[in-house]
């Protein structure tokens, strides 16, 4: 199975600075036929499901805001936030699907400074 | 507009087997490339992937629950079941459907359900 390790577990950020969270893979989800990195994100808000942000690493879901970013390759990855507002309090989640099974980060919680 | 929702007992006791349906409106199951998965969660904890089954019934499991878990599909009734047998108390978690988009080229959910939580107790 492919591990997904996230960084930091936890994040506290002032409103309207930027949070930054990694996510680092066992191995590549890199897929060398279409050069497409299978690297999802999702925010999970307290009670709710999971949402979807980020798909292919870097492609914004639609009507995800466009403070939210998503880039990195192979086994390396980064979520940021450019201007933190009050409604990004959550976990955010990676998850490759590169290969099966699927596999998810551990989570990271991201507060108010 | 894609929508999703589980169904199924709140409660259930240990070694008894656990039956979930996923009841979807917005797409349909035959459509090419479209699948729908369960993944679950403990309170307090991380997700875990534990189904999928696809369009063209190719059905992938989770190595760790393989020989517990079913999933099947009733394209006509637009719902798909899960069926997790031996249960212990450390399967108490919300489970989750969601819907793979036929885009996915592999697996991940664009749209959930809301989540049933299932205690395992005696």
């Known amino acids: 199975d492919i591990v997904m390790t996230q960084s930091p577990d936890s994040l506290a950020v002032s409103l309207g600075e930027r949070a930054t969270i990694n996510c680092k893979s066992s191995q590549s989800v890199l897929y060398s036929s279409n050069n497409k990195n299978y690297l999802t994100w999702y925010q999970q808000k307290p009670g709710q499901p999971p949402k979807l942000l980020i798909y292919w690493a870097s492609t914004r879901e639609s009507g995800v805001p466009d403070r939210f970013t998503g880039s990195g390759s192979a086994t390396d990855f980064t979520l940021t936030i450019s201007s933190l507002q009050a409604e990004d309090v959550a976990v955010y989640y990676c998850?490759?699907?590169?290969?099966?099974?699927?596999?998810f980060g551990q989570g990271t919680r991201l507060e108010i400074k | 507009q894609i929508t999703l929702k589980e169904s199924g007992p709140t409660l259930v006791k240990p070694t008894q087997t656990l039956t979930l349906t996923c009841t979807f409106s917005?797409?349909?199951?035959?459509?090419?490339?479209?699948?729908v998965g369960w993944v679950r969660q403990p309170p307090g904890k991380a997700l875990e992937w534990l189904a999928l089954i696809s369009w063209n019934d190719d059905i992938r499991y989770s190595p760790s629950l393989k020989s517990r878990v079913t999933i099947t599909k009733d394209t006509s009734k637009n719902q798909v079941v899960l069926t997790l047998t031996n249960m212990d108390p450390v399967d108490t978690a919300t489970y989750y459907c969601?819907?793979?988009?036929?885009?996915?080229?592999?697996?991940?959910?664009?749209?959930w359900g809301q989540g049933t939580l299932v205690t395992v107790s005696s």
């Open positions: 998850q490759q699907y590169y290969t099966y099974p699927i596999t």
């Open positions: 917005g797409f349909s199951l035959s459509n090419s490339g479209v699948g």
């Open positions: 969601g819907h793979r988009p036929p885009t996915a080229s592999g697996c991940y959910f664009d749209y």
